[in-house]
């Protein structure tokens, strides 16, 4: 595998020569038992793209592996379900010691082709989290997911016939959903976590608005902000509509309201200076933004103090 770029998985089948186990039994979708496999051992990271989807369900059992996922790193040795889609960096290195267990699921994207799952898979936004932003599954957690995985393997494994497809999706659909179900209860239960984040957020926010140099840096974006707290954008989002019900993007244009307030009420800038110190290029953006969030623009909310 090329070092310095990475490497490229086209097909199931490939990857399931790749990882030395027989062909797939249907080109397009795939579980792999992780205990049948004779993983690749390495001090060296290796970095791979997949043009299918893989969502991972597994457990270590014995040695070390890191897992990247972008930027991000996470260790652990616990059983975790993370999602990768096509043409996302993934790298990983393990040790001589290293052993998991559980399955993984793969699908490509002209498996879905035609039916409205080959759309809203895009609003499964764990698809863009970052490996250290994994689900924990409990044990009747698992139980359910594992029953999905296993109608899909049990229906390849049988006769093909016009309602296999269709019964298939309908099960990776069901999959994805209480994915995302759990995702919520994890967001609930590490309280901890999420409000570290918050408070962090919020000082980040407070000191982007406070320095008195949005004109050279413009408004903040949800991307910068993600940076600074060292997750995924999706991720953060989904923290903060757990736990605020707003997006980053919605807490972010909240804040700024909040700015634009203080000073309409208690300066005689005018709206298109307030504009400038907020970070616009064109006072109309924050009149037009600032009208959105309050039903009143600018001029009328500053003339309701005087």
Not at 118 to 142: D, G
Not at 231 to 253: D, E, M, R
Request: proline content about 4%.
């Amino acid at each position: 595998m090329n070092r310095q770029q990475p490497y490229r998985i086209k097909t199931i089948k490939e990857y399931h020569k790749i990882l030395g186990i027989g062909n797939p039994e249907h080109p397009m979708i795939s579980v792999v038992n992780l205990a049948e496999i004779t993983p690749y051992r390495s001090d060296e990271t290796i970095r791979v793209v997949f043009d299918f989807y893989m969502i991972s369900l597994k457990r270590v059992e014995a040695g070390d592996v890191q897992y990247g996922y972008g930027q991000q790193k996470y260790d652990f040795d616990d059983g975790i379900l993370f999602f990768i889609s096509p043409n996302q960096v993934f790298s990983f290195k393990a040790n001589d010691d290293f052993k998991s267990t559980g399955t993984m699921l793969l699908i490509h994207p002209d498996f879905l082709w035609g039916n409205p799952l080959a759309k809203t898979i895009r609003k499964y936004e764990f698809f863009n989290y970052a490996i250290n932003e994994a689900l924990f599954v409990s044990e009747k957690e698992q139980i359910v997911l594992k029953s999905f995985v296993k109608n899909i393997e049990q229906e390849y494994h049988a006769h093909i016939d016009k309602f296999s497809e269709s019964i298939m999706i309908s099960q990776i659909e069901s999959f994805l959903n209480y994915s995302n179900r759990f995702y919520m209860r994890q967001f609930l239960t590490r309280k901890i976590s999420g409000s570290q984040i918050l408070d962090k957020l919020e000082k980040i926010l407070d000191d982007y608005f406070n320095d008195g140099n949005m004109i050279d840096k413009g408004l903040p974006t949800v991307q910068y902000i993600a940076g600074l707290l060292n997750c995924s954008p999706n991720y953060l989002s989904g923290i903060l509509k757990t736990h605020t019900g707003q997006n980053t993007q919605q807490h972010i244009h909240e804040k700024l309201i909040e700015k634009a307030k203080e000073k309409l009420s208690t300066t005689t800038l005018t709206i298109g200076e307030i504009a400038f110190e907020l970070g616009f290029e064109y006072p109309q953006s924050f009149s037009k933004l600032f009208k959105s969030k309050t039903d009143l623009t600018p001029v009328e909310f500053r003339a309701s103090f005087n």
